[in-house]
């Protein structure tokens, strides 16, 4: 009997939780309440590929704007590789979607499979990680006065500060992700997000969320190094029982000289790569990409 045909279909919303488990069994520690803001940020845009009601493959590529998408959660089962099932959902998302731009964060020895697509690399996105020396960070409960040039108050992100850091956020990404980041920075248990504020205006906010091992930061923006730095000591500081993940991309040299200054060193890179015109984004202010699923 030949066997059954890869069905691939639009997730529903309750799957999304599927792809971020597998993300976690590739070893990309996702964070613990990942699924909800990332199924938020296009409700369209994750697919599942499946063989007798059973998932073998999962994508994602979301964009709530025709200009740009995201590509991530490329993942097989591992019982199911070698058979075409990549590329088929590979080529169902691209034939389904179409962006003007379309950019990922893809593992670096998949670079040549991803240029046949018509990727061009842009940068490389190194992940730096380890254990913070704890007399580094600050305890920011409410509001912290900053120690830094230019002053300022480290605010936590509710629902007041929401729409300022939103607007704050609009330069760092090539199209409007309010969905996603609407509840991105809404706190939760296991997430939490500062502001950097100075003359009543946000400078810089990143967000800081438990994960399968340890926390990450991410976003990190901040209009200087002062201001990324003091975010930092922040974020870093509400979970500080465990390691620090960053994730900066590696041309900004002031990005990776903090991570690298806190004690962190390199655990894993990715290639930022894209398909259509490059956006032109603020690198010099960003410290911390947000995600290597969603940009």
């Known amino acids: 009997m030949p066997p059954s045909p890869l069905h691939i279909r639009p997730m529903l919303p309750a799957e999304v939780p599927l792809a971020v488990e597998w993300a976690a069994a590739e070893g990309w520690n996702p964070g613990l309440d990942d699924a909800r803001p990332f199924a938020a940020a296009d409700a369209d845009g994750f697919l599942i590929g499946t063989i007798d009601g059973e998932p073998v493959a999962t994508i994602s590529l979301v964009g709530p704007e025709p ?23 590979w080529n169902a998302a691209l034939e389904r979607r179409r962006f003007e731009t379309i950019g990922l964060d893809g593992v670096v020895d998949q670079q040549p499979s991803y240029r046949k697509s018509g990727f061009v690399l842009a940068h490389r996105n190194v ?54 980041l609407s509840a991105w920075i809404t706190p939760t248990t296991t997430r939490r997000g500062l502001a950097l504020v100075r003359d009543g205006a946000v400078g810089g906010y990143g967000v800081a969320r438990r994960c399968r091992t340890g926390a990450k930061i991410g976003p990190l923006f901040a209009d200087d190094e002062a201001g990324a730095e003091a975010l930092f000591r922040a974020l870093a500081g509400l979970f500080p029982e465990g390691e620090i993940f960053l994730d900066p991309p590696e041309p900004h040299a002031a990005a990776t000289a903090l991570a690298r200054r806190f004690g962190l060193s390199p655990v894993f890179e990715t290639a930022r790569m894209y398909r259509g015109p490059a956006p032109d984004l603020p690198i010099g202010r960003i410290f911390g990409i947000t995600t290597f699923e969603l940009g």
């Open 127 to 180: 992940r730096y990680g380890g254990r913070v020396d704890p007399a580094a960070l600050l305890t920011a409960e409410g509001a912290a006065a900053l120690a830094a040039p230019g002053g300022g108050t480290l605010v936590q992100i509710g629902a007041a500060l929401a729409p300022a850091v939103i607007a704050y956020d609009r330069p760092f990404t090539p199209a409007d992700r309010t969905a996603f």
């Open 67 to 89: 200009a740009f998408g995201f590509l991530g959660f490329y993942i097989v089962a591992p019982a199911f590789r070698g058979r075409g099932h990549g590329l088929a959902i």
